[in-house]
Antibody, heavy 119, light 108 residues
Framework: EVQLVQSGAEVKKPGESLKISCKAS????????IGWVRQMPGKGLEWMGI????????RYSPSFQGQVTFSADKSVTTAYLQWSSLKASDTAMYYC????????????WGQGTLVTVSS | EIVLTQSPGTLSLSPGERATLSCRAS???????LAWYQQKPGQAPRLLIY???TRATGIPDRFSGSGSGTDFTLTITRLEPEDFAVYYC?????????FGQGTKVEIK
């Protein structure tokens, strides 16, 4: 069974750094793209970008380029999303999702990680 | 950059009624690159339809997708209580897929 289990909720202050995780199981981790999606409070879904754990090929949506960093550790089948300096506007739910075998659409989703940034 | 516009923003219907949701793209999208998702409050999105018309595993046949080019439709033939949710379309013809803004299907 394919599962994506994300790390728990975080409360941070502006300017702090953060790395959240997405632990994958039930499929060949290095053979499927992983995507990240942001959902701000009460808003819709925003595609942040994707990473291919096999070779760490990474593609960011223009709005998120330079704002976040994707990474993956094959040894623990885990993908990561990190910020070097959080802003209040980063407050949101963040989902990871596995893309299908062709690397097109997300077919399995994590449960989400709520990130709250407040002074 | 392709923009997806969903309509209506909110659809108020009763259980048993038919729901028709629209997703319009700002430029032509390959039919094989359009998906629909359902999201209930406090839950992650769930894949319903991919390739514009193929139901994902375990999705009831009351859900169907159609369309091509710039106009796509998600139809729910008879609304069940568990179908009241927000629905998103997504195009993935590029590696940086975009979502529509969502349609909320609420109980009338």
């Amino acid at each position: 069974e394919v599962q994506l289990v994300q790390s728990g909720a975080e409360v941070k202050k502006p300017g702090e750094s953060l790395k959240i995780s997405c632990k994958a199981s039930g499929h060949y981790f290095t053979s499927y793209w992983i995507g990240w999606v942001r959902q701000m409070p009460g808003k819709g879904l925003e595609w942040m970008g994707i990473i291919y754990p096999g070779d760490s090929d990474t593609r960011y949506s223009p709005s998120f380029q330079g704002q976040v960093t994707f990474s993956a550790d094959k040894s623990v089948t885990t993908a990561y999303l990190q910020w070097s300096s959080l802003k209040a506007s980063d407050t949101a739910m963040y989902y990871c999702a596995r893309l299908d075998a062709s690397g097109s659409y997300p077919d399995y989703w994590g449960q989400g990680t709520l990130v709250t940034v407040s002074s | 950059e392709i923009v997806l516009t969903q309509s209506p923003g909110t659809l108020s219907l009763s259980p048993g009624e038919r729901a028709t949701l629209s997703c319009r793209a700002s430029q032509s999208v390959s039919s094989s690159s359009l998906a629909w998702y359902q999201q209930k409050p406090g839950q992650a999105p769930r894949l319903l339809i991919y390739g514009a018309s193929t139901r994902a595993t375990g999705i009831p046949d009351r859900f169907s997708g159609s369309g091509s080019g710039t106009d796509f439709t998600l139809t729910i033939t008879r609304l069940e209580p568990e179908d009241f949710a927000v629905y998103y379309c997504q195009q993935y013809s590029s590696s940086l897929g975009k979502f529509g803004q969502g349609t909320k299907v609420e109980i009338k």
